[in-house]
């Protein structure tokens, strides 16, 4: 008797995509905020004149903050 081509059994390889996607109200939340806060926050620190370093780098939290809650609205369409 030979076995079909395939995995053996057992435990399969771990999906990457399942431990990185964001779960649970409080991921949506913090990457609200951290969208609401970094947008405004780098606007803000542009408008007083703080430096392009610092103004880029609150805009990168707030970019981090919109790819954050966009894969969480992704994770949970895939999950309903």
Do not use: C, K, Q
Not at 48 to 61: H, K, R
């Amino acid at each position: 008797m030979t076995h079909s081509a395939g995995p053996p059994p057992g435990r399969r390889r771990p999906n990457l995509w399942h431990w990185l996607s964001p779960r649970g109200s409080r991921g949506f939340v913090l990457g609200v905020s951290m969208a609401v806060g970094g947008l405004a926050g780098g606007a803000r620190s542009m408008v007083d004149g703080e430096g392009i370093w610092t103004a880029f780098g609150i805009f990168g939290v707030g970019v981090l903050g919109v790819v954050f809650t966009i894969a969480w609205i992704v994770t949970y369409a895939r999950e309903r």
